[in-house]
């Protein structure tokens, strides 16, 4: 394995211009221990297999800089016997320009579609090995194996014990084992995500480096290493296990935090690290899903919400509450910082796959409310609304000017509020000559959009002699 590894990076400092090119396994952005081993093993196991035409290639999707954050990963890797430096991670290799030449497959683990800044290399997808739900469209050119076991390890196991049995040495079998183990939780039925085909294959591979009866000793300093979080900033503990999820204007981290959600509230000056890492990496909402085990060595889930947008912060908060596939149990807590939600998750087995496609449905609802904005079908709590959630500058509800909000987050990327970005309010402006002044509009269409326009008048006529101050 380790020498496979390091012809991977060989191939990529000097790839023939005759070569037919490069077959990229591709983990995930989180590149957690489970998207490492899938995307190490499987490009291994398309080595030893005659006649496969482009050269596999296991590709880490983060930067290399971020990998000693992934403190388990890099202990499996030493208990395998592997180096850090024989890997090759995303920022290391050109894919759009591969694309662009035409030398360019990939095969995606973990994971069965591409982030949205990568959508443009979809077409050269041509195997999908994931455990996740599937958002993928069938196509005659990609094969696709999407099941829900415990961890997509498991999947790819089973296609080189099936196929390619030679493939399974000691250093690939402690890498299975040691992911299975892990994501299935020791597997422990009672933490509900363990499968019979995971049991299966972690025995199977486990016989062969002679660790079943130890798998116990390994599952905890693998978790000993996970959660050692000691010395890290907030940005990079966001970091550490970080999956992005995109909509048509909004930006979300779905972060996985090792540590008591008190902890981390607690943590000094939270708030605005918070915001200094939604501005760095143009993020409009940070869910940080936060794990601990208790005494009895059973999971407990935390989660909590930031945004400077009250609008995000607040819808994001309700889809995650009304939720019921699956439900979240949520209950408030109390947060000292206001721009942060906080809940304990009363269904511990709710973890980020399970709740994922939660986010995904709010963000595409976001997109359909923005598209459809002032459909009468949209409108039949838009009094109550403007009684209630009136903005200070337009004197609009802040549902209502989703799309004015949409425009301008799209401008500068930040998620931030953007009511610096127009003059100050004048204090009495909600007493006369305000929007507001002449009531409320009729509940209509036409009504919201001709509001719209007159505001934008108003607030035109406001600046010029501010501009020619």
Partial sequence: MECFLRSCRSLLQAT?????????????????LDSMVSSLAFAYFLSKRAG???????????????????????FLLRESGLTQDALVFRDEVDLPGLHREGKLALTLVDHNVL?????????????????????????PSCSITVETVGSCTTLVTERIMQT????????????????????????APEAGKVTPKDSKYVHSVGVA????????????????????????????????????????????????????????????GLQKELCDFCHKHSYSLV??????????????????????SALYREEMSLALEKANS??????????????????????????RKKVMPIIKDFLSDQERGAMHCGNPEDLGDLEEQFKTSCSPVTGFSTRQCMATRHHRHAADGSGMEE???????????????????????????????????????????????????
Avoid: W
Avoid at 17 to 29: F, R, T, W, Y
Avoid at 289 to 303: F, H, V
């Fill in 164 to 187: 390619a049995h030679e493939v399974l040495d000691k250093q690939v079998a402690m890498l299975l084992y040691g992911a299975i183990v892990m994501d299935c939780v020791n597997m």
């Fill in 115 to 139: 982030a949205s800044a990568d959508t443009d290399l979809e077409g050269v997808v041509v195997e999908v090995i994931d455990h996740h739900q599937l958002e993928r469209k069938p196509s």
């Fill in 52 to 74: 496969s035409g482009k050269a596999p290639v296991p590709v880490l999707n983060i930067p290399r800089a971020e990998f000693p954050l992934h403190t388990d990963n890099g």
């Fill in 287 to 308: 869910i940080a899903m936060a794990i601990s085990i208790d005494e009895k060595n059973e999971p407990t889930r935390q989660l909590a919400i930031y945004s400077s």
């Fill in 209 to 268: 480096i002679s660790r079943s009866a130890t798998k116990g000793a390994l599952f905890q300093s693998l978790q000993n290493a996970k959660f050692d979080i000691s010395g890290l900033t907030t940005e990079q503990m966001l970091l550490k296990d970080l999956k992005v999820v995109t909509g048509a204007d909004l930006k979300l981290a779905v972060s996985v935090i090792y540590m008591t959600l008190e902890a981390f509230l607690q943590r000094r």
């Fill in 326 to 351: 699956p439900c979240l149990n949520l209950s408030p807590v109390c947060s000292p910082y206001t721009e942060i939600r906080a809940y304990c998750q009363g269904n511990t087995l709710a973890s």
């Fill in 16 to 32: 023939p211009e005759a070569s037919p090119g490069l077959h990229i396994v591709l983990g995930n952005e989180a590149c957690d």
């Fill in 419 to 469: 009511d610096s970005l127009v003059p100050p309010t004048p204090m009495n402006s909600l007493v006369e000559g305000c929007p507001l002044d002449r009531g409320l509009p009729r509940v209509s269409a036409e009504a919201v959009l001709e509001r719209f326009r007159e505001v934008a008048d108003e607030e035109c006529r406001e600046d010029r002699p501010m501009q020619g101050q």
